[in-house]
């Protein structure tokens, strides 16, 4: 039975790379086997489509975002500090973003445009980034338009992934962020 779960979970964390990297409709049940290296039967065993894979990949995602935004809140000392971790996920991850731009976006979009059936439950990764944001605006004080800044933040940092993802290019990562990080000591002076 253990083996059962290593592997189960050892097929969703393939899809998932997968899914970053191609697509989700651009990857296929033997493109994932093949990356986990296990047979087509073995694999059936686990997951009856690829909607299933899809679903556990999201649930997968939102557990990584969930735990990660947990993280930040334990050690941020403020919501200031807590937001720019956020802001900060950009230069952590923009060899990644430079390639395949953001795993949320990309994924949410692709779902969006296919009118998939999954999409309402992918864009609960875009929703929890929103909601946290919004909490520590909230914190700092910006009761009105909390909601409001969570979103400006959102896209923007969505459009920074897109464009760096479209140019190729470091420098820009790097000079958005340093503008996200002064807007946000502006908003929360």
Not at 21 to 32: K, L, M, N, Q, V
Not at 48 to 73: F, G, P
Not at 135 to 162: N, P, V, W
Request: charged letters at 25%; proline letters at 1%; one cysteine or more.
């Amino acid at each position: 039975m253990a083996l059962d779960k290593t592997t189960r979970r050892q097929i969703v964390e393939a899809a998932d790379l997968l899914f970053y990297h191609r697509g989700f409709e651009c990857t296929s049940f033997a493109d994932i086997a093949a990356k986990v290296k296990i047979s087509r039967g073995n694999f059936y065993h686990h997951f009856k489509s690829k909607d299933e894979i899809l679903e556990a990949v999201i649930e997968l995602r939102l557990e990584r975002t969930q735990e990660m935004l947990n993280n930040w809140e334990s050690i941020g000392q403020n919501p200031t500090e807590r937001i720019g971790k956020f802001i900060q996920m950009l230069i952590m991850n923009q060899a990644k973003i430079k390639l395949y731009g953001c795993p949320v976006g990309t994924l949410c979009t692709e779902l969006a445009k296919m009118d998939h059936a999954s999409k309402s439950h992918a864009n609960k990764l875009m929703s929890l980034f929103k909601t946290w944001l919004s909490g520590q605006f909230l914190a700092a004080g910006r009761k009105k338009d909390a909601d409001e800044l969570a979103m400006h933040l959102l896209s923007r940092s969505q459009g920074i992934a897109t464009l760096a993802n479209t140019f190729q290019d470091e420098k820009f990562i790097k000079n958005e962020v340093r503008h996200m990080e002064e807007w946000l000591k502006a908003q929360i002076a």
